[in-house]
């Protein structure tokens, strides 16, 4: 079990969303799930073990890691895959929700057609439009906290090649050298990028909504 | 076998679910299976080989880290993951026992066997109470074992055959601590959650059948 089970819940929500949100979707998997499992876990796989300090105190390596990565890029992105993904469980539960309710109308006597039932595609329009708007707010919402986070955290998006540390037990001011530094700030300014991209994917799509049911209200008016 | 059963197990316990159950097993899957798979296990994978200690003493280390870690916390994880999703089995179990039931009389026996009503909702019930007490039983473990859910960065160890007390570098502390948190945080929801259900359907049925009452009364 891994990102396969997200790849399925997600992909049952592809179904209801607009292009943007498919074009978001096929994003995701393939140029930040698929990525951050195939390439990136390998360049950080071995972070800490090559992480070398020009000290033989003990010690001194562990807590000179620790305090220049209080959370490995590794798992920031993970968790920001986890977090941007999970508002589209919302829409999920919400369809999931009508559909419930139109069985239990069809039980109780209703006429609706139970092919049409299953393979519907719910249009975003009424209740569903709110859920779907808000979902979208909550990932760039999510996207942005968490490239702040990134920035804020390491000062930055390069990784720097020497560090100099000094923290207990370390004896004075001691050089510690990052494994493969250029390789890490190219995957970090790429998933950065990607990152970009799906925010204004995002943003085109919560316009697109937003200018959809102004027009729609504006046809009724008239 | 691996985390791909718990994951079949949980999809089937939620076509019985209430939509709370539904949101319980969503926050399963995406904040403690998923994030324990793609993230925690990386954390703890070598944490007995970059467990360090300021002395060449062969066998201090082995011991120390053993002292301090009696049980990883990993594992506790794991072990904590597994039994709060088995009291889901009572339920699937139990409408299993009903299909079979009205498969071996050959009649419709219940309105649908997969209905949470008379005996299944006390099954039910039974398996929310015990998915709530499991995770406080692993809480209380974890603040025990570890003397709360911070991971200090040295511990200071002076058991044989260590000479005098030396100290010891834990890897990682920091986000190890971190993700401890979110284990907390997500268990502490997991218990809401499962005790809101709870009341739900307690509520639920006690005004399903005073109403039922009621109308008698009036006939």
């Given at each position: 079990?891994?990102?396969?089970?997200?790849?399925?819940?997600?992909?049952?929500?592809?179904?209801?969303?607009?292009?943007?949100?498919?074009?978001?979707?096929?994003?995701?998997?393939?140029?930040?799930?698929?990525?951050?499992?195939?390439?990136?876990?390998?360049?950080?796989?071995?972070?800490?073990?090559?992480?070398?300090?020009?000290?033989?105190?003990?010690?001194?390596?562990?807590?000179?890691?620790?305090?220049?990565?209080?959370?490995?890029?590794?798992?920031?992105?993970?968790?920001?895959?986890?977090?941007?993904?999970?508002?589209?469980?919302?829409?999920?539960?919400h369809?999931?929700?009508t559909?419930?309710?139109?069985?239990?109308?069809?039980?109780?006597?209703?006429?609706?057609?139970?092919?049409?039932?299953?393979?519907?595609?719910f249009h975003i329009r009424g209740p569903l439009w709110w859920t779907y708007?808000?979902?979208?707010?909550?990932?760039?919402?999510?996207?942005?906290?968490?490239?702040?986070?990134?920035?804020?955290?390491?000062?930055?998006?390069?990784?720097?090649?020497?560090?100099?540390?000094?923290?207990?037990?370390?004896?004075?001011?001691?050089?510690?050298?990052?494994?493969?530094?250029?390789?890490?700030?190219?995957?970090?300014?790429?998933?950065?990028?990607?990152?970009?991209?799906?925010?204004?994917?995002?943003?085109?799509?919560?316009?697109?909504?937003?200018?959809?049911i102004?027009?729609k209200?504006?046809?009724?008016?008239? | 076998?691996?985390?791909?059963?718990?994951?079949?197990?949980?999809?089937?316990?939620?076509?019985?679910?209430?939509?709370?159950?539904?949101?319980?097993?969503?926050?399963?899957?995406?904040?403690?299976?998923?994030?324990?798979?793609?993230?925690?296990?990386?954390?703890?994978?070598?944490?007995?080989?970059?467990?360090?200690?300021?002395?060449?003493?062969?066998?201090?280390?082995?011991?120390?880290?053993?002292?301090?870690?009696?049980?990883?916390?990993?594992?506790?994880?794991?072990?904590?993951?597994?039994?709060?999703?088995?009291?889901?089995?009572?339920?699937?179990?139990?409408?299993?026992?009903?299909?079979?039931?009205?498969?071996?009389?050959?009649?419709?026996?219940?309105?649908?066997?997969?209905?949470?009503?008379?005996?299944?909702?006390?099954?039910?019930?039974?398996?929310?109470?015990?998915?709530?007490?499991?995770?406080?039983?692993?809480?209380?473990?974890?603040?025990?074992?570890?003397?709360?859910?911070?991971?200090?960065?040295?511990?200071?160890?002076?058991?044989?055959?260590?000479?005098?007390?030396?100290?010891?570098?834990?890897?990682?502390?920091?986000?190890?601590?971190?993700?401890?948190?979110?284990?907390?945080?997500?268990?502490?929801?997991?218990?809401?959650?499962?005790?809101?259900?709870?009341?739900?359907?307690?509520?639920?049925?006690?005004?399903?059948?005073?109403?039922?009452?009621?109308?008698?009364?009036?006939?």
């Amino acid at each position: 079990m891994d990102w396969g089970t997200l790849k399925e819940v997600l992909g049952g929500v592809n179904k209801h969303s607009t292009s943007i949100g498919k074009i978001w979707l096929t994003v995701l998997f393939i140029f930040r799930i698929m990525i951050l499992v195939v390439a990136a876990e390998r360049v950080w796989g071995d972070e800490q073990q090559d992480f070398v300090c020009n000290t033989l105190q003990p010690g001194c390596k562990n807590v000179c890691y620790d305090h220049f990565f209080p959370i490995s890029h590794i798992r920031l992105w993970a968790l920001q895959l986890i977090f941007v993904s999970t508002p589209a469980l919302l829409v999920a539960m919400h369809v999931a929700y009508t559909r419930h309710e139109k069985k239990r109308r069809f039980r109780n006597g209703e006429k609706i057609d139970i092919e049409e039932l299953k393979n519907a595609k719910f249009h975003i329009r009424g209740p569903l439009w709110w859920t779907y708007t808000s979902s979208i707010f909550f990932r760039l919402v999510f996207e942005a906290v968490f490239t702040y986070v990134f920035y804020y955290m390491y000062n930055g998006y390069q990784m720097p090649r020497l560090v100099k540390c000094n923290a207990w037990p370390c004896p004075n001011t001691v050089d510690c050298f990052v494994s493969r530094p250029t390789e890490k700030t190219t995957f970090t300014i790429f998933m950065l990028a990607v990152s970009g991209i799906c925010m204004m994917l995002n943003l085109a799509e919560l316009c697109y909504l937003v200018i959809k049911i102004c027009v729609k209200g504006s046809r009724k008016t008239t | 076998m691996s985390w791909g059963f718990l994951r079949d197990l949980l999809s089937g316990v939620n076509k019985y679910s209430t939509g709370i159950g539904r949101i319980w097993v969503a926050l399963v899957f995406l904040f403690r299976l998923l994030l324990y798979i793609a993230a925690a296990e990386n954390i703890w994978k070598d944490e007995h080989d970059e467990f360090e200690c300021n002395v060449k003493q062969p066998g201090c280390e082995n011991v120390c880290f053993d002292h301090f870690f009696p049980v990883s916390h990993i594992r506790l994880w794991a072990l904590q993951l597994i039994m709060v999703s088995t009291p889901s089995l009572l339920v699937v179990f139990h409408v299993a026992y009903r299909e079979n039931r009205e498969k071996h009389h050959n009649q419709q026996l219940y309105k649908s066997p997969g209905r949470i009503d008379g005996g299944l909702l006390c099954t039910y019930l039974i398996s929310l109470l015990l998915k709530a007490a499991l995770e406080v039983v692993f809480l209380v473990l974890f603040y025990h074992l570890y003397n709360g859910f911070k991971v200090p960065p040295l511990v200071k160890c002076d058991l044989r055959p260590c000479p005098n007390a030396v100290d010891c570098y834990i890897s990682k502390p920091t986000e190890k601590m971190i993700f401890l948190y979110f284990l907390v945080a997500t268990s502490c929801l997991c218990i809401v959650l499962n005790l809101s259900e709870l009341s739900y359907l307690i509520c639920k049925h006690s005004i399903k059948c005073y109403l039922k009452r009621h109308i008698k009364k009036h006939q």
